[in-house]
DNA sequence: GCCAACGTTGGC
DNA sequence: GCCAACGTTGGC
């Protein structure tokens, strides 16, 4: 992906990020307000965390392994990357001793909260609407937990989830 | 709890 | 570089 420019300024891109409400959930968020996007261990996700977000993008805040899993509002980008320090702390979960301060592995962003859906949009609603048919969240065995979205796509889910 | 679909690791 | 074994994700 491109920084689209237009008269010099960075177009807003737009995300999905999925965590597991058990863990981190979108009333979570709401309580701190800013949070670290931290314990992403896998490559692709931390490429677009690094090298792809900006400040004030935005993102849909999807609760994975829940009951029902779907996007359960949004959130921005309000920080730059920067090393993810859980990677750092033997007694944390996410602990990756191949991850050292003078050269970080793993990057995240924080993030802030924006607004909880009046509903939760499940995962079965979004493979229902035609709209989205062709979203990367919806393709087969898709297991990124950061990901692109189009800002169409991005629109029609916040529509489904006011009201 | 099951399991498909991935991603990572490590022997060769 | 190949690929089998293993670990993880995440829907169901």
Redesign the pocket.
Known sequence: MVYIKSKGAIVLKYWLM?SEPMCFSIDDLKKMKKSPWDGV????ARNFMRDEMSVGDRILFYH???KP?GVAGIAKVCSKPYPDFTAFDSKEQHYDPKSSKDDPTWMMVDVCFVEKFDRLVS??ELRKETKLADMLLLK??????VMPIEKKHFNVIETMGSS
């Open positions: 999925k261990r896998n490559y692709q994975s392994n829940a899993p995962l079965q087969k065995g898709c297991r990124l937990s």
